[in-house]
């Protein structure tokens, strides 16, 4: 039965009840209804109405004070798909509606914010921008959250731009696959739920490494298990990728190589690898943090070990404390692989002449830089002793292996030379002739450079690095001698 009464009501009374005509559209029927439920409420309850109003008269009370502390707290998380059903409800159909109901649940006493929108389609929508406004920033934020999982799940929106503007959250969303809608949310708005599942998944282990990174300062490193044993056990060249590759969820040499050094730069200061490490165009430059010179070429061996597998050859060049890195010419992919190719031979050394050749004609057209042609000089050198030493069994290096050695190894590049000690620990050698320089004056500094370079990878594998060599009395002429000096 429907009782139709008329009402009187002074201004004062009409002024009351503004909040509600806004939230029914101006609908007096259903706010003198609401109003019958909440009286209805108070007269079962007269106390608890009391302590509410008593509660509400200050600025902040208890449930106000708890919910703006839990919503800071739970910043980087994401609302559940239950919680944000609850608080929407399931009479939403459009864009239009969900603003609607959120202005609803916004006008309420603890929440005291509100949203606009825009679309392209109310029903349908491919693009849509939300604006939260609102006194406290972290409910504008949580209430964007709730809206983008909302979004996402009914209408498969992710979002594009979140920026804050005032005491607003603007947000814009556009349609696209499932998945990259998921990961867009979880990138703006939960970014820390993985970490806060692990967290109270393994509070003791978590609770252990936290105080002690606290305590040391963050001056450690985080390595996988595999790539410690290999270093244990003393391998040359220990797996160095599977940490990006599990970060980045794809092998090393299937990732764009601009994203692969901006994934770099992110995980490999957080494990403790490097420092930094400043990206340009053409160059890397890596702040190491390290004091001993072994470790540092160490680390400059593995990163150019890991960007080749990218993809791309870099030529270093290393200092106390950086590590600098040039990108090469595409040349050097090639150069690289054909190094790697040189298997152990029983042949004679003097087979590498063929394979030296052919580099050096790869080299004929590329621009002269010093440091690249004598990088790949030096890893031809390390190849090729690296061989000599699995075939004639050496454990360790001294003066009179070494120069047998070079006797042997001088026939590869074609030079006249003669190697002595003139002490326990020097090495000289006199170079009166070079065929592969003097013999090609278009190509003969570029066959010199690979060539000093080929000396520079035997020295320092033998004795280590930097190379302990010196170069006198630099040919004016075919008949000048060269004399190399090597400190062991």
């Known amino acids: ?25 101006g609908n007096l029927s259903a706010v003198i209804r609401e109003m019958i439920d909440l ?19 200050k600025e902040q009370n208890l449930t106000s004070s708890t919910l703006t502390w839990a919503l800071k707290n739970l910043s980087g998380r994401l609302p559940d798909e239950e919680t944000v059903h609850n608080i929407i409800g399931s009479e939403v159909s459009s864009i239009s509606s969900l603003e609607k109901r959120l202005n609803e649940m916004g006008s309420e006493i603890y929440w005291d914010c509100s949203v606009k929108s825009s679309s392209d389609n109310d029903i349908k929508p491919n693009n849509v921008t939300f604006i939260i406004t609102g006194k406290n920033m972290d409910l504008n934020t949580y209430m964007a959250a709730v809206i983008a999982v909302f979004a996402s799940k009914k209408y498969y929106l992710g979002i594009t731009k979140v920026k804050s503007v005032n005491n607003s959250v603007e947000m814009d969303m556009a349609a696209g696959e499932e998945e990259w809608s998921r990961k867009s949310i979880t990138a703006h708005f939960g970014h820390l739920e993985e970490a806060f599942l692990e967290l109270y998944k393994k509070p003791d282990f978590w609770s252990i490494i936290i105080s002690l990174y606290i305590k040391m300062n963050y001056d450690m490193v985080a ?20 940490c990006i590759e599990r970060f980045c969820d794809s092998p090393v040499n299937r990732i764009p190589p601009d994203e692969f050094l901006k994934k770099i730069a992110v995980l490999y200061p957080r494990m403790g690898i490097i420092k930094n490490i400043d990206i340009t165009k053409d160059s890397l430059i890596i702040h190491h943090g390290l004091s001993e010179p072994e470790a540092i070429k160490k680390l400059t061996d593995m990163f150019m070990e890991l960007l080749n597998l990218n993809g791309r050859t870099y030529g270093a060049t290393i200092s106390e404390n950086l590590i600098v890195m040039k990108l090469q010419p595409e040349v050097g992919k090639i150069l690289t692989r054909m190094i790697e190719d040189l298997k152990h031979r029983e042949s004679p050394l003097a087979d590498y002449h063929t394979d030296l050749l052919k580099m050096l004609d790869m080299l004929r057209n590329v621009p002269s830089d010093e440091e690249f042609v004598k990088s790949f000089g030096s890893k031809f050198g390390k190849k090729m002793i690296e061989n000599y030493e699995k075939d004639k069994k050496i454990t360790k290096w001294d003066a009179g292996t070494f120069l047998k050695y070079l006797q042997e190894a001088g026939t590869i590049i074609g030079q006249d030379l003669k190697w002595g000690s003139i002490s326990e620990n020097v090495i000289r050698g006199e170079i009166n002739e070079s065929q592969l320089v003097n013999s090609n004056s278009n190509n003969g500094a570029t066959n010199g450079m690979f060539i000093k370079g080929i000396f520079s990878g035997w020295v320092s594998h033998a004795f280590g690095d930097p190379p302990k060599m010196v170069y006198k009395n630099q040919p004016a002429g075919e008949n000048t001698p060269l004399e190399v000096y090597i400190a062991i």
């Open 223 to 242: 390595i996988s298990r595999q790539f410690f044993e290999e270093t244990l056990a003393g391998r040359n060249s220990p797996r160095f990728t599977i």
């Open 1 to 25: 039965m429907i009782l139709r009464k008329n009402i009187s009501l002074t201004e004062d009374y009409l002024k009351k009840l503004e909040p509600l005509m806004k939230k029914h559209n």
């Open 39 to 57: 009286a209805d409420a108070a007269f079962a309850d007269p106390d608890s109405v009391k302590r509410l109003i008593s509660g509400l008269k």
